[in-house]
């Protein structure tokens, strides 16, 4: 659902849209949000071939 993700991401992916030096783009999120995070990519314009994208999860666990 994308209205359980926080509006202010919403408004950083539009300030990347703004900026046009800007066009790889590396998203660290938890592998469940990266629909939601694409979808929004999608609605302000940053999905189409002028832009790349790095996905990663550096989610960190310790077991002690």
Do not use: W
Not at 22 to 47: S, W
């Amino acid at each position: 659902d994308l209205h359980s993700f926080p509006t202010r991401r919403s408004s950083d992916l539009e300030e990347i849209l703004n900026l046009e030096e800007y066009k790889n783009i590396i998203i660290d999120c938890d592998t469940y949000k990266t629909e939601i995070v694409l979808k929004q990519a999608q609605q302000v314009g940053l999905m189409n071939r002028q832009y790349q994208y790095f996905l990663t999860s550096l989610v960190t666990r310790m077991f002690i």
